[in-house]
């Protein structure tokens, strides 16, 4: 049995719907041993491979290499952007929880969103308490 806010999960009950919640409008699963009891119960995370919204855009840093990193970065890019696109407030945990991303990166791609070669999105962030943020993610037109 586990706890999340104020419901409670057993393996008998709708899981898949309640997964899909927590994931798309985060009951705030910001702890690692409730995303691994999680899959204990049969949840799946979503798949790191998306549809980025520039598939033509070039990723770039000093330590680039698009034949080792391109498929990683454009799998994580389009598992956020997928997420994200429903203008949900998300934390960065929380989006790294439901994406299976990094944090670190979870956080560079949101600002690769920004980048006109990544669509040009507009990227808000609101403090929620001391020192921690929530994002979300308004589409360009």
């Known amino acids: ?5 104020t419901k409670t999960v057993t393996e008998g009950d709708r899981f898949v719907g309640l997964a899909q ?4 409008r985060v009951i705030a699963l910001e702890d690692e041993a409730i995303r ?11 798949p790191t491979k998306g ?5 033509k855009a070039r990723f770039d840093g000093s330590d680039y290499e698009p034949g080792r990193d391109d498929e990683r970065l454009q799998g994580q890019l389009g598992a956020i ?11 960065l945990s929380a989006i790294s929880l439901a994406t299976d ?3 670190a990166s979870v956080s560079a791609q949101l600002r690769h969103l920004r980048k006109e070669r990544f669509g040009g999105h ?3 962030k609101r403090l929620v308490k001391r020192g921690l943020y ?5 589409l360009a037109q």
Do not use: N
């Not at 919640?21 to 798309?24: E, F, G, I, K």
């Not at 929530?134 to 308004?138: I, K, P, V």
């Open 1 to 5: 049995m586990i706890t999340l806010s």
């Open 21 to 24: 919640r927590c994931a798309a």
């Open 36 to 46: 691994r009891a999680l899959i204990q119960l049969g949840w799946t995370p979503p």
């Open 51 to 55: 549809k980025p919204p520039a598939p």
């Open 81 to 91: 952007w997928d997420l994200m696109k429903g203008g949900d407030w998300l934390t």
């Open 101 to 103: 991303a990094p944090q």
């Open 122 to 124: 507009t990227v808000e």
């Open 134 to 138: 929530e994002y979300r993610l308004s």
